[in-house]
């Protein structure tokens, strides 16, 4: 059934009609050109397709496009601002936390999330947070790193 589906994509308002039965992860891909969502197992296990939902990061390969009616939708590509890379993004740059990088903008997300609800989380924190990542290329002892990195260079900024 096609429904009016109205959220705030990347800071912007958005809306469209579409079936409401699709899931997130193609609309975000098809119909707005956020490619940065990869779509891997297509069953919720890999991470590569998290997103986040009012700030809580969700596997957008199984969300029903309806459940984002009214809510705030992220993805890689809002992360950065005015042109300049997040921290979480530097900091995955700066320890070369990612190999193929299919699963980096899964990772950076979720990491992003972590960080908003625990902004200095201990390694072990750190572990259990990002376990239902997964990376293929096993570069997780780097993104364990770049995570620590990015609590302590988000801590400096000024907060909105």
Not at 64 to 93: C, D, M, R, W, Y
Request: net charge negative; charged share 25%; with cysteine.
């Amino acid at each position: 059934m096609k429904e009016i589906i109205r959220f705030e994509l990347n800071h912007e308002p958005r809306e469209l009609v579409v079936d409401t039965d699709l899931v997130l992860a193609w609309v975000l891909r098809i119909n707005f050109g956020m490619t940065g969502v990869k779509v891997g197992c297509e069953l919720g296990f890999c991470g590569a397709c998290t997103v986040l939902l009012d700030n809580e990061p969700v596997r957008s390969c199984m969300l029903p496009v309806s459940e984002v009616q009214g809510k705030k939708v992220l993805t890689i590509e809002g992360l950065t601002k005015n042109g300049e890379l997040h921290p979480v993004q530097k900091a995955f740059i700066q320890h070369d936390a990612l190999q193929c990088g299919y699963c980096t903008p899964g990772m950076i997300l979720n990491a992003y999330g972590l960080l908003m609800k625990n902004p200095e989380p201990s390694r072990k924190e750190i572990i259990e947070g990002m376990e239902q990542n997964l990376c293929r290329c096993g570069s997780y002892n780097r993104i364990i790193d770049a995570i620590q990195t990015a609590a302590k260079e988000m801590k400096k900024e000024p907060q909105l």
